[in-house]
C-alpha cells in the first residue's frame, strides 16, 4: 500500500502535468490515521514536492510538525468535518474551471449543470460559494453550513475545490469538473440538452456521488 505521503506528491505531480495547476497554485491533501491531515506547504509547486516536507495537522487546524500549511486549510477542514467519509481533498486553478466560476450560476446547489454522466457519476452537483479572499474561513464555514449533499465547489472567481473517500477520487472529480467547464464554456449561448433530474439522480445513486437538484432543462430539452 502506498504510504499517504508518497500518495499526495504523485497525484499533485500529475494533475501538475495535466497543466491544472499553474505555477505554485493549488493544494491538496489527505487524511493519515483518524486525527492527521498532510497538506501540502504554503506557496509550494505542486510538480515538485518533497514527502518529507509536508505540513501536518489535527482535524482542529492545529499545526503539528512540517512547513507552513497552505491558507486554503480551513476549505479543506470543512469538508472533513462535513463528512467523515471525506478522506482527501484537492483545490486547483484549472483555468477552465476558473472561468465557469465567473458565471453565473446554473442552480443554487450547482454551479454547473448536469452536461454529461461522468459529471455526474463523478464529482456530483457542485456549488457556488460566493467571492471571499484567498484562505477567509467565513467561506470555508458557508461550505460546512450548506443543508444539501456536495463533495466539491467552485469558488466565485477562483477555481474548483474537491473532496473524496480517496485521494484518486478527488483528482478524478477536478479533472471532471475542468472537461465539464471546458464544454459549458464551448456551448456559450446555446442551449445544450441536459440530464434530467431523474436522470442524474440514478446515475448519482449507483455511482455514490451526490445530486439533489430539482431543475428541469426546461427549454434546453426543446428542438432547435
Known amino acids: 500500500m502506498t504510504a499517504p505521503r508518497d500518495e499526495l506528491v504523485r497525484t499533485a505531480a500529475h494533475l501538475a502535468s495535466l497543466g491544472l495547476s499553474p505555477g505554485s497554485s493549488g493544494n491538496l491533501s489527505v487524511r493519515d490515521g483518524d ?72 442552480s443554487a ?11 455526474v457519476m463523478r464529482v456530483g452537483q457542485t456549488p457556488l460559494l460566493p467571492y471571499a479572499p484567498p484562505g477567509d474561513p467565513g467561506q470555508a464555514a458557508d461550505l460546512e453550513r450548506l443543508d444539501f449533499p456536495c463533495r466539491a465547489a467552485l469558488l466565485q472567481n477562483h477555481g474548483p475545490v474537491t473532496a473524496g473517500p480517496t485521494l484518486k477520487a478527488a483528482a478524478e472529480a477536478a479533472v471532471e469538473i475542468e472537461e465539464v467547464s471546458a464544454l459549458l464554456l464551448l456551448l456559450g449561448a446555446r442551449h445544450p440538452r441536459l440530464l434530467t433530474p431523474a436522470q442524474a439522480r440514478a446515475l448519482a445513486a449507483r455511482y455514490g456521488s451526490c445530486w439533489t437538484d430539482e431543475r428541469e432543462p426546461e427549454e434546453a430539452l426543446r428542438p432547435a
Do not use: I, M
Open 35 to 106: 486525527g492527521r491531515v498532510l497538506l501540502t506547504p504554503t506557496g509550494a509547486d505542486l510538480a515538485a514536492l518533497d514527502p518529507d516536507a509536508l505540513s501536518v495537522l489535527d482535524l482542529d487546524g492545529t499545526h503539528l510538525d512540517g512547513p507552513r500549511p497552505s491558507k486554503e486549510l480551513p476549505l479543506h477542514l470543512a469538508f472533513y468535518r462535513r463528512d467523515p467519509a471525506n478522506r482527501a481533498v484537492v483545490h486547483l486553478h484549472s483555468r477552465q474551471a476558473v472561468a465557469a466560476s465567473c458565471l453565473p450560476p446554473w
Open 109 to 119: 446547489r450547482s454551479a454547473l449543470p448536469p452536461l454529461t454522466p461522468y459529471f
